[in-house]
């Protein structure tokens, strides 16, 4: 299964449950930070930390709970870049949340948090070494889906310096980099890996648009101009033919809605897409452009 069909199945499973998901997941993320943060303070033996990390070994024997506070655990050092991390972990998830809707959000959140646990268990039952994983790099990935949608959105950084957000971007990449360096040289393999599942949560969602992304203009530009030289005509006669059928006028390829079903709707026509493809106001901005 590709990524464009993969993404298109979750969006189909959004559409068709549009109750699933937590709604201000990250609000939600960040308040248990901040109470596990104050705890952690009151507890210099740190236990509480060891409790609440993802320990597979532990995990094994029936402390079931590590699944889900390994990720409410504080990832920042020092109260100023600890109330840093929150800020941005709050604006930049909520606006995926907006972009996306709930339940994509909370879809790729959770995905996030099953592969760096499965990872965790995997690595153990391998290895035989536990390897002790937290959320840092899940929401340090938060980076990228954002600077994949908005690369030009401005962010206040220590909220006076204006600075483009996919300038963040790579400043997060060269630290993912750096994190894996740090731990093969220190002959920690297995958290060596942690940050390289984090990207692939982040690919699974976000790649397709990347990979448009990183290709050279002029070769986008001639890929869309051939797409619609030679499939616009089957395009609109397929189209045309569904149209008789279905009773509709035009009908968003990523949710499925109809003008007939949806008539307060507003359907638009992709020119970055190649060949003739409808999208709902709702998914005009933000969907996985057709390269083929």
């Known amino acids: 299964m590709g990524l464009r069909s993969l993404n298109r199945k979750i969006d189909r499973f959004c559409m068709d449950h549009p109750r699933f998901g937590i709604p201000r997941l990250m609000t939600f993320v960040v308040i248990g930070k901040i109470i596990v943060w104050l705890f952690c303070q009151m507890d210099r033996t740190r236990t509480l930390e060891y409790f609440l990390y993802f320990d597979p070994a532990m995990f094994c024997r029936g402390q079931v709970w590590r699944l889900v506070t390994f990720a409410l655990l504080p990832d920042a050092d020092g109260i100023l870049w600890f109330a840093i991390a929150l800020y941005f972990y709050y604006f930049i998830g909520s606006s995926l949340e907006r972009a996306w809707g709930t339940g994509r959000f909370t879809i790729y959140y959770l995905s996030g948090m099953a592969m760096t646990a499965l990872y965790s268990l995997l690595y153990y039952w391998i290895s035989g070494r536990a390897v002790w994983v937290n959320s840092s790099y899940l929401n340090l990935s938060l980076f990228f889906a954002f600077a994949t949608l908005w690369p030009d959105q401005r962010v206040l950084l220590f909220f006076f310096i204006p600075v483009k957000i996919k300038w963040l971007a790579w400043l997060d990449a060269a630290m993912f980099g750096l994190s894996v360096l740090q731990y093969l ?108």
């Open 185 to 292: 040289f220190s002959g920690s393999i297995g958290l060596a890996l942690v940050p390289v599942v984090a990207v692939a949560n982040y690919l699974l969602f976000c790649g397709e648009w990347l990979f448009d992304a990183l290709r050279p203009s002029s070769v986008r530009r001639q890929a869309r101009q051939k797409a619609k030289t030679i499939q616009f005509k089957q395009a609109a006669q397929k189209i045309q033919r569904e149209q008789q059928s279905q009773g509709y006028t035009r009908r968003c390829e990523v949710c499925g809605r109809t003008d007939r079903d949806h008539p307060e709707l507003e359907f638009r026509y992709c020119s970055r897409c190649a060949g003739f493809h409808c999208f709902c106001a709702d998914h005009i901005n933000d969907h996985i452009h057709f390269t083929e």
